[in-house]
């Protein structure tokens, strides 16, 4: 794989990296930092006397998609970083993507413009409003070029729907409608409706005393458009059906593997929790992330997975430590590549992981300044858990928890990947001969 490392200023908190996505063709990578602020990369086209400099991506447009707000009725601060990005497949010129923080989904509308038109017959070229009594002709407005502007507007704004933080959003495939989901309750909406949404699961107990689990990660199948999942922090996965009922809290399908006894521990609850889920392009299967693995689920086996990953099992004995410096809630994302064969996710030290599914092989990968020069080769890393260590082996005490990889993208058709490490944006991809 060759480097080419989308630089951002030194990291004060709100430069760090929230979320990651590419559009429908690739053709755009958003991000979402903990300051609320949307960045847009756009691919450089190929031209004939630079072939190789295709996939480059520049900065396209960036604008400020949520404040930080107060909440006077629960005395509570409202933080302006962004929680997901969701792109619309593209109908039009302009294009479309869905950003939320931890209570309010905004719609976004991206668009070009580079002609103004001129001859205005009621303004004059400043813009104010002429008297009409010195209008005696009429002017043809005409359209002239001026410099590419990129603009993002704000088209919709779905607030005052959630109690608790928005971890996710999902476009479902008929377009229309979307879903936003919090820690007890996931709604659906109409994109043009903005003033109301109807609560498809509800998992709060009357008593909050008896609240046992919380919904984590939510999303859509990507071609029926009456089924979603989510996972809880109990690591179980519901798959659920509109269909059967307009409030699904009773779900078609439960996915849970039962825990070996020999394996438990203090720290098991934790680390079963789901932190991501996806479903593969295909439909076929599910994908989840808790805090050692990832697991790729059959559709139509709900009571194991088919295949279970280990990301970082050297940190089994480390779970203490781990537990003590809050690392251990982190929330890891995993994402397929185009033709669901290869997975990715994150780890500490700015180490990410892919599995090749077919061939069984994983290696893991560095996302540093170090070796991210344009054109570099990405070298594999091994970590080294006692002994004696190689001379290109990492001990698992030197590992850096402070510097993790959260959030990744993978372009939908080639092998482009974009990795946030802190506040800096990693592209990689295949090496061209």
Not at 147 to 173: C, G, K, Q, W
Not at 300 to 318: C, F
Request: aromatic letters at 10%; proline letters at 4%.
């Amino acid at each position: 794989m060759t480097g080419s490392e989308q630089e951002m200023l030194k990291a004060p908190k709100a430069d760090i990296i929230s979320t990651v996505e590419f559009n429908h063709t690739g053709e755009l990578l958003a991000t979402g930092d903990k300051g609320g602020r949307v960045v847009i990369f756009q691919r450089e086209q190929e031209s004939k006397n630079q072939v190789h400099r295709r996939g480059e991506y520049n900065v396209y447009s960036t604008f400020q998609s949520h404040e930080p707000e107060f909440d006077y009725l629960k005395s509570l601060e409202i933080e302006e970083k962004i929680n997901k990005i969701r792109w619309l497949p593209q109908q039009n010129a302009a294009y479309f993507l869905l950003s939320t923080n931890d209570k309010t989904v905004k719609l976004w509308k991206v668009s070009e413009r580079d002609k103004r038109p001129e001859g205005y017959n009621l303004k004059d070229e400043e813009g104010r409003l002429r008297d009409p009594a010195t209008i005696t002709t009429l002017r043809v407005p005409v359209l002239r070029p001026m410099d590419l502007m990129v603009e993002a507007t704000p088209r919709r704004v779905f607030a005052n729907a959630h109690t608790y933080h928005i971890n996710s959003i999902s476009v479902n495939s008929d377009y229309e409608t979307y879903m936003s989901a919090d820690d007890l309750r996931i709604n659906l909406w109409n994109f043009e409706i903005t003033n109301q949404s109807f609560n498809i699961v509800d998992i709060k107990p009357a008593n909050m005393e008896e609240l046992t689990e919380v919904i984590t990660a939510a999303e859509f199948h990507p071609h029926h458009c009456n089924t979603f999942v989510y996972s809880s922090s109990k690591g179980t996965i519901r798959l659920c059906d509109m269909r059967a009922s307009a409030l699904c809290d009773r779900h078609t399908k439960f996915f849970e593997e039962p825990e070996d006894p020999s394996n438990r521990s203090f720290f098991s609850e934790i680390i079963s929790s789901i932190s991501d889920v996806k479903f593969s392009h295909s439909g076929r299967y599910i994908m989840t992330r808790d805090y050692l693995t990832v697991k790729v689920w059959d559709l139509n086996m709900e009571n194991r997975p088919i295949e279970t990953y280990q990301v970082h099992d050297y940190l089994r004995s480390k779970l203490c430590s781990l537990y003590e410096n809050d690392c251990i809630f982190d929330k890891f994302e995993c994402v397929w590549n185009g033709s669901d064969s290869v997975i990715m996710t994150g780890s500490y030290n700015n180490f990410f992981r892919m599995f090749d599914r077919n061939t069984k092989r994983d290696v893991t990968l560095e996302a540093s300044r170090e070796n991210s020069k344009p054109r570099a080769i990405l070298k594999p890393r091994k970590v080294c858990v006692g002994g004696k260590r190689r001379k290109d082996e990492i001990s698992v005490d030197s590992l850096d928890f402070s510097k993790k990889i959260l959030h990744t993208a993978w372009h939908p058709s080639e092998n482009i990947i974009a990795v946030a490490a802190t506040n800096n944006l990693y592209i990689f991809q295949d090496k061209v001969n």
